[in-house]
């Protein structure tokens, strides 16, 4: 293997490395804001061209003259992915050990609806992600998070008029856990909202 492929191996794994331990922020009930929604379910590009919209900052970054296909595929493919979604995590509640949102979590999804009908949101289609700590065996905990992700959507729909076609609810257990240091962490039992352009 030549040198520069070893260099650009390395720097890849350092990349993904960084990316799954950088900790993505979760709002808490009280710091959701429709704004601070709008802004992160917003396709990097909608959020360019939107009125009032900032351009983002754009950054130099090292490329390497000659890449291995396989480092380039999945560095295209990681680039392509995030182009097109936004991503927002909250800390909805529910009632322990059950699929039923508390009261503050009805306040919080409000807000998110509010965010969702906006006119830089209206044309766009969303994903429910529920996630669960693992204090439950998988099997429960991808149910339950299921559950989760089930009763949001459905509360967005019937709730607050939100149309079933642009959402789709996910369970993702406890898969993808921010906090792996304090695994019954609040971070850990979350919704994440993903957007995707159509």
């Not at 992915?81 to 009805?106: C, M, N, P």
């Not at 949101?121 to 992700?149: C, Q, V, W």
């Not at 993808?176 to 995707?196: G, Q, Y």
Request: without cysteine.
């Amino acid at each position: 293997m030549k040198t520069i492929d070893r260099i650009a191996l390395a720097l890849l794994a350092a990349l993904l490395a960084f990316g799954a331990t950088a900790q993505e922020p979760v709002l808490r009930e009280g710091q959701v804001t429709e704004r601070a929604l709008v802004d992160a379910l917003s396709p990097p590009a909608a959020a360019a061209s939107a009125p009032g919209g900032e351009e983002p900052m754009r950054m130099r970054s090292f490329r390497p003259a000659v890449r291995p296909a396989a480092v380039a595929g999945a560095a295209a493919a990681a680039g392509a992915a995030a182009a097109h979604e936004g991503r927002a995590s909250i800390l909805v509640t529910f009632v322990t050990d059950s699929a039923e949102l508390t009261s503050r979590a009805k306040a919080a999804l409000d807000v998110l609806a509010n965010a969702m009908q906006s006119e830089r949101l209206a044309n766009t289609r969303f994903t429910i992600e529920g996630h669960a700590d693992p204090r439950g065996g998988d099997d429960y905990n991808m149910k339950l998070s299921t559950a989760r992700a089930e009763a949001v959507r459905e509360y967005l729909v019937t709730q607050r008029g939100l149309a079933a076609d642009r959402l789709d609810a996910v369970g993702k257990g406890s898969s993808e856990l921010l906090n792996t240091a304090n695994v019954t962490a609040p971070e850990n039992r979350r919704v994440t909202i993903v957007s995707k352009a159509n």
